[in-house]
């Protein structure tokens, strides 16, 4: 039962353009989304969040966007630049999930130069 | 402040064999969580502990288990081992109950012969 479903495997931007990175939820206890960013051989990192209450957040060149009545969240990168190259989760959590947090499959993105 | 530290880095085993992995949370965190990410398939829920206690469990046979110690370290096993457990391990921790932003070790990759 994936209930955090990233559909694009991968995303190829041209530096300096914006990246947009889509993730649908099915399950709507989930209050709490995440964006972890990994690398090859290390672990995720986190990089930005925003709780159910609201619809936007910001964090520099990084903006997430949440729709919950289509339970559909995306990430937004503005500029796009070859350091970002990297793999993107998408996360979601809930209360009455016991707080497990639950990843999406990830969506390779590739910045070119 | 030191970081999620997991032990061995690497493990190469052979069918049938257990295997223990090792966890140790970022100091003041009591939460621990276990992944299994392999690829295309993200990283899949394994078991979340929180002082010492087991508050959630994915959708994993009983051959994977876990524990946390009272200092918050944790140790995942796994008995008998198949092919299909090759993957890399990873271990997060949180400061709170949890459902909040994860602290991820740089994993331990698993090798199954």
């Known amino acids: 039962d994936q209930q955090v479903k990233q559909n694009s495997p991968s995303l190829s931007v041209q530096e300096g353009r914006i990246s947009i990175l889509n993730c649908d939820y099915t399950?709507?206890?989930?209050?709490?989304f995440l964006w972890y960013k990994k690398y090859p051989a290390e672990g995720p990192t986190f990089l930005i969040s925003?709780?159910?209450?609201?619809d936007k957040n910001e964090d520099g060149r990084f903006t997430v966007f949440l729709n919950k009545s289509a339970k559909h969240l995306s990430l937004h990168i503005v500029p796009s630049q070859p350091g970002d190259s990297a793999v993107y989760f998408c996360?979601?959590?809930?209360?009455?999930?016991?707080?497990?947090?639950?990843f999406g499959a990830g969506t390779r993105l590739f910045v070119k130069a | 402040k030191a970081g999620v530290t997991q032990t061995p880095r690497y493990l190469i085993k052979t069918r049938g064999q257990q295997v223990t992995l090792s966890c140790s949370p970022i100091?003041?965190?009591?939460?621990v969580s276990w992944y299994q990410q392999t690829p295309g398939q993200g990283l899949q829920f394994l078991f979340e502990?929180?002082?010492?206690?087991?508050?959630n469990k994915g959708n994993f046979p009983g051959r994977f288990s876990g524990r946390q110690f009272s200092n918050s370290r944790s140790e995942m096993n796994v008995s008998t081992l198949e092919l299909g457990d090759s993957a890399l391990y990873l271990c997060?921790?949180?400061?709170?109950?949890?459902?909040?932003?994860?602290?991820f070790g740089s994993g331990t990759q698993l090798s199954v012969l």
């Open positions: 997060a921790s949180s400061a709170g109950p949890g459902g909040e932003k994860l602290f």
């Open positions: 399950n709507s206890m989930f209050d709490y």
């Open positions: 925003i709780s159910s209450i609201k």
């Open positions: 996360a979601a959590s809930g209360r009455t999930g016991g707080f497990k947090t639950i």
């Open positions: 100091s003041g965190h009591r939460s």
């Open positions: 502990y929180f002082s010492e206690t087991q508050r």
